[in-house]
């Protein structure tokens, strides 16, 4: 296990970065706005599950197939890009009308999926955790395989408790935007504009 000093240090480091303006959090954003507070809830865990598998493919030394596999690049980017695009698509086409009118809201389970499917097709993430927990690795502390999962595990824990601010805060943000269609309107074609551009910038990434 990493130190306590090597610990915080990490765990600082990790809120800061999932602070950052990124793919994520606008997508938490803007599901819990138009969604609701259970929506946004919803797909902050299946993030979070996503990075578990980022955790242990890290750990077991999967990651770095992704990361010489142009093929495998490329395939899981342009996964990720085409789901993209298909939320783009379906906040185009989403209904408006009075907030009292509206559908129920969307249930954990499609919610917590979407969160997953955003995660997991997204290769740059992978290649990030390559990159970025093996620089809190100390060899004197055992393990390198065992760190890294206690690494991700505070990784995990920063992005819970920054995503999961986010989600809290815009559903009401969103729930006061929605009282009018119009306005709900333009707040599903902006979400499906953000949609399309993350779904741009993730079919041109590069490793």
Same mark, same amino acid.
């Given at each position: 296990?990493?130190?306590?000093?090597?610990?915080?240090?990490?765990?600082?480091?990790?809120?800061?970065? @999932? %602070?950052?303006?990124?793919?994520?959090?606008?997508?938490?954003?803007?599901?819990?706005?138009?969604?609701?507070?259970? +929506?946004?809830?919803?797909?902050?865990?299946?993030? @979070?599950?996503?990075?578990?598998?980022?955790?242990?493919?890290?750990?077991?030394? %999967?990651?770095?197939?992704? +990361?010489?596999?142009?093929?495998?690049?490329?395939? %899981?980017?342009?996964?990720?890009?085409?789901?993209?695009?298909?939320?783009?698509?379906?906040?185009?086409?989403?209904?408006?009308?009075?907030?009292?009118?509206?559908?129920?809201?969307?249930?954990?389970?499609?919610?917590?999926?979407?969160?997953?499917?955003?995660?997991?097709?997204?290769?740059?993430?992978?290649?990030?955790? %390559?990159?970025?927990?093996?620089?809190?690795?100390?060899?004197?502390?055992?393990?390198?395989?065992?760190?890294?999962?206690?690494?991700?595990?505070?990784?995990?824990?920063?992005?819970?408790?920054?995503?999961?601010?986010?989600?809290?805060?815009?559903?009401?943000?969103?729930?006061?935007?929605?009282?009018?269609?119009?306005?709900?309107?333009?707040?599903?074609?902006?979400?499906?504009?953000?949609?399309?551009?993350?779904?741009?910038?993730?079919?041109?990434?590069?490793?």
């Amino acid at each position: 296990m990493p130190s306590i000093d090597t610990f915080a240090a990490f765990f600082g480091v990790s809120v800061l970065l @999932c %602070l950052s303006p990124g793919p994520d959090n606008v997508f938490v954003l803007f599901q819990s706005a138009l969604n609701g507070r259970r +929506a946004g809830l919803s797909v902050v865990l299946g993030l @979070c599950s996503g990075l578990l598998v980022h955790t242990a493919a890290v750990a077991l030394g %999967l990651a770095a197939l992704l +990361a010489t596999s142009e093929v495998a690049f490329s395939v %899981l980017k342009l996964v990720g890009a085409v789901y993209l695009a298909w939320l783009a698509w379906q906040a185009f086409r989403a209904p408006v009308g009075p907030v009292s009118g509206q559908a129920a809201p969307a249930g954990f389970w499609p919610m917590y999926r979407r969160g997953v499917v955003m995660n997991l097709s997204n290769p740059k993430v992978t290649i990030f955790f %390559l990159a970025f927990l093996p620089q809190f690795v100390d060899p004197a502390r055992g393990a390198a395989g065992v760190q890294v999962l206690w690494l991700g595990a505070a990784f995990i824990a920063a992005t819970l408790l920054v995503f999961g601010a986010i989600a809290w805060f815009s559903a009401g943000f969103g729930r006061l935007l929605q009282r009018s269609p119009g306005v709900q309107r333009g707040l599903n074609w902006a979400a499906g504009t953000v949609f399309l551009g993350l779904a741009a910038r993730l079919a041109l990434a590069e490793r």
